[in-house]
DNA sequence: AAATGAGACAACCGCCTATCA
DNA sequence: CTGATAGGCGGTTGTCTCATT
């Protein structure tokens, strides 16, 4: 028991990975690579988008670049390795050790023994993880087995179709049978990012992550005009006087009044769950719109009404 | 249908080593 | 040199799935 030796962080999560806790390391990693893994947890809530509001009768409709800052990830960056290294980097290969590959175990192990980074290392795609679970579950089997004549007949992966390749898209190598290896693999995917639905992501803008030129769609980030909860507070836009508004796709809201077209945004689902947007400008070098939750510096509370 | 056991594999723990201030 | 920290690694445990009873 106890914390991770790796950090002092009490609240570190443990045990399974969520799909978005996936997410949000697949998107860290994409964009950043990897370097210094204590900071991937915090690091890995910010990232550049292109959001819009979807087209809808009652929705202010906004398109603008914006970094998004959603909660890092509760793990310590031992454990993001880990997950990235076992588990999510694109090159892993699942499914069944095939006839060469395990003769190349079996041949590794006896001469190096235990080491199973070493023996990984004669593997392109398989883990030291992998390598090992399949090890101790074969040495089970024979021990259990006990029959030497049966041992060939006992080993997993002797199926042929397992071994049949074929490239992606990508470049990747990849097994036929074996199951779709990491959602950026294809070409589009969707994803959620802590209740914001439907992110689409282009894989091709997602390799340029980092440059501000990704895309993301994110609907329902700025709430419909007219429907305004306790939780709401309206932004104003003029204070992001360095971030790209346009309504409608079309109108520029620098045409507008700005003080009397505020953008209307639940803070009960983005802002205290401690999402923040931050200008543009910011990212690249200018002050932060908001710096945390406690300085909405741009948010209108003294505005702040409901009918 | 429910309980159980086995297998597969994901994740954690603790130790060791390298690096850096 | 020394202590702190991060990363790498192997051993072990936990969890999930599926077949069997």
Redesign the pocket.
Known sequence: ????????QEK??????SPEE?EKLIKYITSNG???????PEKAGVFDACARAPPSENCIYIYTEVTICIPGLQ?????C???W????RPDIR????TPEEEQLIISLHGA??????????HLPGR????I???W???I??KI?SSSPASTNMEN?GTDNQNSQLFVDKFGQNHFLNQEALIPFHDPSFTFDINGIPNIHMDQILLEQAGTLQNQIQAEEIFQPAGSFSDNMVPIDVQSCNNTNFVKSGEMDVDSLQRQEDNVWIDTQQYFSSSYFVWDQAAQLGGEEIFPSTSNMGTILESNYEHE
Do not use: Q
């Open positions: 028991m106890g914390k991770h030796s790796c950090c002092n570190v999560k443990r045990g399974l990975w996936d990897y370097g210094c893994w204590s900071e991937v793990r310590c960056g031992k454990s390795r880990l997950r290294i076992n588990y999510l699942r499914g069944r050790f190096v023994g235990n080491r199973w980074a070493h023996i990984a290392s883990t030291d993880n992998g090992k679970n399949y101790n579950s074969w089970k089997k259990k997993p």
